[in-house]
Antibody, heavy 118, light 107 residues
Framework: EVQLVESGGGLVKPGGSLRLSCAGSGFSFSSSGINWVRQAPGKGLEWVSSISSRSTYVDYAESVRGRFTISRDDAKNSVYLQMNSLRADDTALYYC???????????WGQGTLVTVSS | DIKMTQSPSSLSASVGDRVSITCRASQSISSYLNWYQQKPGKAPKLLIYAASSLESGVPSRFSGSESGTEFTLTISGLQPEDFATYYCQQSYSTLWTFGQGTKVEIK
C-alpha cells in the first residue's frame, strides 16, 4: 500500500524556521517525484515545490522561492522541505504528494500543520 | 505563472442533478489539466487527468472536457458522496497551479 506521512509541523514565530519531512513507503521512492502542496485554513490548494527523482529538477512557487528548500534522501525514503524566514501567510496544512502518470498527484499524505504566529 | 480561474466558486444542487464546473487557463496548457475532489478534513483525490481521462476507480458519472483554454468537469447524477470541493490543476508549466476551488453544496 502506498503511504506518505508528513511530519515536522508546529508553531513557529515569524522569521523562524522549520523543516518538514515526508516519508514514503509501498512504492519505488527513489524513482518518484514528490511535491509539497499547502492549504491555508479555509482556503484553496497551493502548489509549493517539487523535486524529481535523483534531485535532477527542483522548483518552487514564487511565494516561497528563496525561503524554502526542497531536498530528498532516498536511503531514508524521505523528502524534506526546509522553510526559513517564515511569515504569517505561510500558515497552512502542508501535504506531500507523489508525482504519478500524466503529471498528476495521485497519492497524498494527510498533511502536517504549520502555524506561524508570535 | 499560469493562472487558473474556476467558476462558480460555489453551487447548490440536489441529488440526481447534473452539475458542471468550469476552469479557464490564462494561456494554452494543451490537455495538461487535472481535477481533484476534496472532502472536509481529507487530502485531495484525483478524479480526472489529461483533461478528460477518468482515474481508475472513479465513478463514470464524472467526466471532463476541454475547448481551447476552457475545461469542464461534469457530474451526471449527483450523489450524496459528491458534495465536496473540486479543484482544477494545470501541469503544463513546471510551476503547477490550482484553481481557487468550487464548493458543491446540498440544496
Amino acid at each position: 500500500e502506498v503511504q506518505l506521512v508528513e511530519s515536522g509541523g508546529g508553531l513557529v514565530k515569524p522569521g523562524g524556521s522549520l523543516r518538514l519531512s515526508c516519508a514514503g513507503s509501498g512504492f519505488s521512492f527513489s524513482s518518484s517525484g514528490i511535491n509539497w502542496v499547502r492549504q491555508a485554513p479555509g482556503k484553496g490548494l497551493e502548489w509549493v515545490s517539487s523535486i524529481s527523482s535523483r534531485s535532477t529538477y527542483v522548483d518552487y512557487a514564487e511565494s516561497v522561492r528563496g525561503r524554502f528548500t526542497i531536498s530528498r534522501d532516498d536511503a531514508k525514503n524521505s523528502v524534506y522541505l526546509q522553510m526559513n524566514s517564515l511569515r504569517a501567510d505561510d500558515t497552512a496544512l502542508y501535504y506531500c504528494a507523489r508525482n504519478s502518470h500524466h503529471a498528476t498527484m495521485e497519492f497524498w499524505g494527510q498533511g502536517t500543520l504549520v502555524t506561524v504566529s508570535s | 505563472d499560469i493562472k487558473m480561474t474556476q467558476s462558480p466558486s460555489s453551487l447548490s444542487a440536489s441529488v440526481g442533478d447534473r452539475v458542471s464546473i468550469t476552469c479557464r487557463a490564462s494561456q494554452s496548457i494543451s490537455s495538461y489539466l487535472n481535477w481533484y475532489q476534496q472532502k472536509p478534513g481529507k487530502a485531495p483525490k484525483l478524479l480526472i487527468y489529461a483533461a478528460s481521462s477518468l482515474e481508475s476507480g472513479v465513478p463514470s458519472r464524472f467526466s471532463g472536457s476541454e475547448s481551447g483554454t476552457e475545461f469542464t468537469l461534469t457530474i451526471s447524477g449527483l450523489q450524496p458522496e459528491d458534495f465536496a470541493t473540486y479543484y482544477c490543476q494545470q501541469s503544463y508549466s513546471t510551476l503547477w497551479t490550482f484553481g481557487q476551488g468550487t464548493k458543491v453544496e446540498i440544496k
